[in-house]
Structure formats: structure tokens, C-alpha cells
């Protein structure tokens, strides 16, 4: 079975730059989810897709990031206009729950690495 | 939401069995407890879950007691690739799931 991919796998800009990160969940997969993962930190919940549809982006920073999931299976996450402090490994994960329930288990892409200057 | 609460490191020797304890004190009636371990440059990879007392599968075991206040993750005979950092998380619900710091651990040959 495929794991997640996601593209690129690092990305070096300046700030102000708008930048897109792409992810493509195993196949049949229901939910996707976008993290943030700081440097020394555990990843953050950006947002959580139930097939094309969000159930939660309460901690996505709205004025600069977006995310969609059209067709309900590839997702990309933008920033724009980019700041310093969005250096960080953006992660990309979907589970095979129709409604994102506790015991899901999360399969994870391999991240791609943002770099800000 | 449940916050759980582990040691920022650890340390052990190659064969030894680890244990790692995660503090949840407010979890929930319908709250699980997973594990997460995360390699440098990958993404968290699950490794185990539970409700109460215990599981075992291939590569861990979780403890809980019965006042589910806390777990402990078990790792049997660990090598050098079990080098990583390793997240408690408790979640029911819908509740989205949350990734505290994690436990690093560094297993010395």
C-alpha cells in the first residue's frame, strides 16, 4: 500500500513569498489532516478535511494560510504572504475513519521542510 | 481536552526494556491513550493504543491502570533504531488530537 506523499520535500523562501505544499493521502482514505511541526515541538493541527469538506481549522492562522481538498482526495496547504516564524515541517496525514474518531489511527507523509529568510 | 505530561528525555542501553510514563490526569470517560513514535525527518508513525489495562503487540506494550490517570509505554530489548521521539496523546470524541512535546529517547550502544 502507498503511504502519503507529499511535495516538495523542502522549500527555501523569502518572507512575504507565498508558497504551496501539496499532499496526496492513501488511497480511500476519508480524512486528511495538515500539521505544523516547530523545530523541538510536537506537530499542531492546522486543519482537518472529512472528504472535501473541513471539520476543524480553529487553530489555522486564516489571514495568511488556506487550505483546500477538491474531490475529496489531493489537498495543498498555501501560505501567503509567508512570515519568519512559518519556518517548520509541514505535515500532511489521513486516516480511514468516515468521521475522525478517537481511535484512528493517523499514517503520516514524510513532511515537507519550510524554511523562511 | 486531556494534557498529558511526559519526561523530555530519556536515556538507555541497548537491550535493555524501557518504559515511559505519560501523565494524563483529566482524561476523559471516552478518552483513548495512542502512541506515536517520530524518527529525525519522518513523520509520527503509530505504534500503539489502548483503553485500559493492557495491550501488547509486536513492537510495544501499553500499561494502564485502573485509574486510567496515566499509562506507560513499554519497549522490549530496545536497539539503536528505536533512537526517536516518542508522543502520548489522549483523545475521544471528536476531539481533535493533540501531540504534546514528546519523550526523546537516545539508546546507547
Known amino acids: 500500500e502507498a503511504g502519503v506523499a507529499q511535495s516538495p520535500r523542502y522549500k527555501i523562501i523569502e518572507k512575504r513569498q507565498s508558497v504551496a505544499f501539496w499532499c496526496n493521502p492513501i488511497?480511500?482514505?476519508?480524512?486528511l489532516y495538515w500539521y505544523q511541526q516547530i523545530l523541538g515541538q510536537g506537530p499542531k493541527l492546522l486543519i482537518q478535511?472529512?472528504?472535501?469538506?473541513?471539520?476543524?481549522d480553529s487553530q489555522l492562522p486564516k489571514d495568511r494560510f488556506s487550505a483546500e481538498r477538491l474531490k475529496g482526495v489531493d489537498s495543498t496547504l498555501k501560505i501567503q504572504p509567508a512570515k519568519l516564524e512559518d519556518s517548520a515541517v509541514y505535515l500532511c496525514?489521513?486516516?480511514?475513519?468516515?468521521?475522525?474518531?478517537?481511535?484512528?489511527?493517523?499514517?503520516f507523509g514524510p513532511g515537507t521542510r519550510l524554511t523562511v529568510l | 481536552l486531556a494534557k498529558t505530561t511526559q519526561p523530555i528525555s530519556m536515556d538507555s542501553y541497548e537491550g535493555q526494556e524501557v518504559n515511559i510514563t505519560c501523565s494524563h490526569n483529566?482524561?476523559?470517560?471516552?478518552?483513548?491513550i495512542t502512541w506515536y513514535q517520530q524518527f529525525p525527518s519522518q513523520g509520527p508513525r503509530f505504534i500503539i493504543q489502548g483503553y485500559k489495562t493492557k495491550v501488547t503487540n509486536e513492537v510495544a506494550s501499553l500499561f494502564i491502570p485502573a485509574d486510567r490517570k496515566s499509562s506507560t509505554l513499554s519497549l522490549p530489548r530496545v536497539s539503536l533504531s528505536d533512537t526517536a521521539v516518542y508522543y502520548c496523546?489522549?483523545?475521544?470524541?471528536?476531539?481533535?488530537?493533540?501531540f504534546g512535546t514528546g519523550t526523546k529517547l537516545q539508546v546507547i550502544p
Open positions: 483529566n482524561i476523559a470517560t471516552n478518552d483513548y
Open positions: 488511497s480511500g482514505h476519508a480524512t
Open positions: 496523546l489522549v483523545s475521544g470524541g471528536y476531539q481533535k488530537v493533540t
Open positions: 478535511f472529512q472528504n472535501n469538506g473541513v471539520v476543524d
Open positions: 496525514a489521513s486516516s480511514s475513519a468516515a468521521f475522525g474518531g478517537p481511535t484512528d489511527t493517523q499514517y
